[in-house]
Nanobody
């Protein structure tokens, strides 16, 4: 089993920045990918970004390109999401996830393990 613990959420003004972290414990995964998703009240969980564990290939949803950066530290079994130029529409609960599937995965059903979520609120 793998446990994921997120941190770094909070309240920030529009234009500000936050850095989310997600650390994995338990079983060590050497392949597969990490993903960040978000879910606002009344909406479906939305793909935000993903990165492969080995090659570091990245993918982003169009709405965050140029503002968010996903990165990983394999030695620490941790993934990060640097969020800059935040907008009120970025307000959501952010979830990290990890999968043993090879390649970039953009759908929630493709992930084996999930964190508990961390709230990000951007005020206008």
């Amino acid at each position: 089993q793998v446990q994921l613990e997120e941190s770094g959420g909070g309240l920030v003004q529009a234009g500000g920045s936050l850095r989310l972290s997600c650390a994995a414990s338990g079983r060590t995964l050497s392949s597969g990918a990490w993903g960040w998703f978000r879910q606002a009240p009344g909406k479906e969980r939305e793909f935000v970004a993903a990165i492969t564990r080995s090659a570091g290939a990245r993918s982003y949803v169009d709405s965050v390109k140029g503002r968010f950066t996903i990165s990983r530290d394999n030695a620490k079994n941790t993934v990060y999401l640097q969020m800059n130029s935040l907008k009120p529409e970025d307000t959501s609960v952010y979830y990290c996830a990890t999968t043993t599937r090879v390649g970039i995965v953009k759908v929630p059903s493709g992930y084996n393990y999930w964190g508990q979520g961390t709230q990000v609120t951007v005020s206008s």
